[in-house]
């Protein structure tokens, strides 16, 4: 490949790859059975110079390959305060990723698609929140890439054999002890984006294992807890004993070492992690944002009874951001309808992070995700409150911050 | 004047020369770094606010998204890049651009992986010079 007998576009990929090889200190290079490319995500011109280089130079994926979120909904850029001129380089980039022979499913929640993988399968996914979601809740296994790597091991079918791909490096390397924890917070939707957090900082690049969960969470769950360590920290694999598939005991977790170090995670511990996720100075709000990751059919049902015969506050937007494949299946089974009645709008393909739709007058924004709350400051230079579902859409209905802390205090 | 000598490991090769800025905190570059001005954007970081335009920035390892390569990439092309980056172990994320700046631009940017021992003894304001072999010297 690298001498160029499968074509130009295959040789800058597997360059870049070898190169990356040695860098990581590589023996070999993996098959992998599936792709999944963060690089979709418009940034500036360089990238859309990346992809249009390997495009012109006749570049296919030669495994099946999802897309991450793109830098534009298609659909609905116009209503909101898109740029015509990103849009238009936002659009050559999307252009350029589908021309290879990828699956348009222009999402940053792959595993959530018909394209998701199967426990134990090598793979090479981008995006911080699926990489931990497929290697910790699948089983399946690839390192953390970034973007522009991705696309690279999708036109050459390998990766290299390292980090994550590799059985002795998946065992966990601290542990998070849970106490006393209460039930009724453990089955609330905000608990596990605030442990994912605290996680994610405690944690840094380290594997972390989670014991005494008692409340088995559900798929949504898992996501939003790998996303908001993924944020905070770099986490690409954790395990948490007795609910993911490589951590039936905590002997398994750890692959029978002992851990590096143990935390116990306390109320006051958890206290202080929900407090970071907000940032804001004021009761202030214009816009509420779900929908990060990508939000399910699972999470669509859930909202809808929330808002049912309710409207929301004239004053303030309220956005659910998925891909249009979910969007969809949402519309087939009736949960937009009561969203629809409520005042939400609706955002496809791409988030309020990976596109710049939002006019200068929103500056008070609330979240049910830890990753958005992690990211809006910076990125966004918004002020931000993270509360669970039931109080976004409460607050959105006030037209104020309104949060329920009883499941928190002391 | 103090002056010491750091031997690391090149992660890519290539000589620089600037200001050390320097964080024990790793940072991701997707939230965390403005390519347009090279400004330390997180606010919740301890180098929020600080320029590490064609400095030498010295961060431990990334942080979070996926999305940190494309950000140093975008830096390299729009000249908002530091000069060099010093961590404690090859950074597969900063490497990638690296790598990738030379395809597109010719214009790698020097990586040099340090001990954790020896990026302790680093501090904002040092005077840097590094080398191709990853010999670091640092003045103050």
């Not at chain 1, 007795?242 to 306390?266: C, D, I, K, M, R």
């Not at chain 1, 940032?279 to 059919?297: A, R």
Request: glycine fraction near 8%; hydrophobic fraction near 40%.
């Amino acid at each position: 490949m690298q001498r160029g007998d499968h074509g130009p576009a295959t040789k800058m990929a597997m360059s870049i790859l070898v190169r990356m090889a040695e860098v990581s200190g590589a023996k070999e290079l993996i098959d992998i059975v599936g792709a999944h490319i963060d690089s979709t995500i418009y940034i500036g011109d360089a990238g859309l110079e990346f992809a249009e280089r390997l495009a012109g130079l006749g570049a296919k994926v030669s495994v099946p390959t999802t897309l991450n979120v793109s830098g534009l909904d298609e659909h609905h850029w116009k209503e909101w305060a898109v740029p015509s001129e990103w849009a238009r380089q936002a659009q050559r980039q999307m252009a350029a990723y589908q021309s290879m022979g990828t699956i348009p499913t222009w999402t940053c929640a792959p595993y959530q698609t018909e394209m998701r993988p199967s426990f134990g399968q090598q793979i090479a996914w981008g995006e911080s929140n699926a990489i931990v979601f497929a290697n910790s809740v699948i089983g399946a296994r690839t390192e953390r890439y970034p973007d522009m790597f991705d696309i690279c091991c999708a036109i050459t079918g390998r990766a290299p054999a390292i980090g994550l791909h590799l059985t002795e490096n998946r065992a966990g390397e601290l542990l998070l002890q849970l106490n006393d924890i209460p039930e009724a917070l453990q089955q609330s939707d905000d608990f596990y984006p605030v442990l994912g957090n605290l996680m994610g900082r405690v944690a840094l690049d380290r594997i972390p294992v989670v014991s005494g969960i008692s409340v088995v969470p559900n798929e949504d769950q898992l996501k939003a807890f790998g996303a908001a360590s993924a944020s905070s920290g770099g986490v690409a694999l954790f395990h948490i004993v007795g609910v993911t598939p490589e951590a039936l005991t905590l002997e398994s977790a750890f692959q029978g070492n002992q851990p590096q170090a143990t935390l116990y995670v306390t109320m006051e511990l958890l206290r202080q992690s929900r407090s970071e996720l907000t940032y804001t100075d004021s009761e202030n709000l214009d816009m509420v944002v779900l929908g990060s990751p990508h939000f399910s059919l699972a999470e669509f049902k859930q909202l809808a009874p929330l808002v049912v015969g309710k409207q929301k506050h004239p004053d303030v937007k309220f956005l659910v951001t998925s891909s249009r494949a979910m969007t969809q299946l949402a519309q087939h089974t009736g949960f937009l309808d009561s969203l629809r009645a409520f005042g939400a709008q609706l955002t496809v393909d791409t988030c309020i992070l990976a596109t710049p739709m939002l006019p200068p007058e929103i500056k008070y924004l609330m979240t049910n995700s830890a990753k958005f709350a992690y990211y809006t400051p910076g990125l966004l230079g918004r002020k931000i409150t993270f509360g669970s579902l039931k109080d976004c859409v409460d607050s959105a209905v006030e037209g104020k911050i309104v949060r329920d802390d009883s499941l928190w205090s002391e | 004047m103090e002056r010491m000598i750091i031997k690391g490991n090149p992660v890519i090769t290539g000589i620089a020369k600037g200001i050390a800025l320097v964080s024990r905190e790793p940072l991701s570059f997707w939230g965390g770094y403005d390519w347009k001005t090279g400004e330390i954007i997180d606010r919740r970081h301890p180098l929020s606010g600080s320029i590490a335009k064609d400095k030498i920035l010295a961060i431990p390892f990334t942080r979070g998204s996926s999305t940190t390569t494309s950000v140093l990439l975008e830096a390299v092309r729009a000249k908002t890049s530091p000069a060099a980056i010093i961590t404690t172990a090859a950074d597969f994320f900063f490497a990638l651009a690296s790598v990738v700046a030379d395809e597109l631009y010719a214009q790698p940017i020097p990586l040099v992986a340090i001990s954790e021992s020896d990026f302790a003894r680093l501090q904002t304001g040092d005077r840097v010079e590094i080398n191709v072999q990853g010999k670091i010297v640092v003045e103050r």
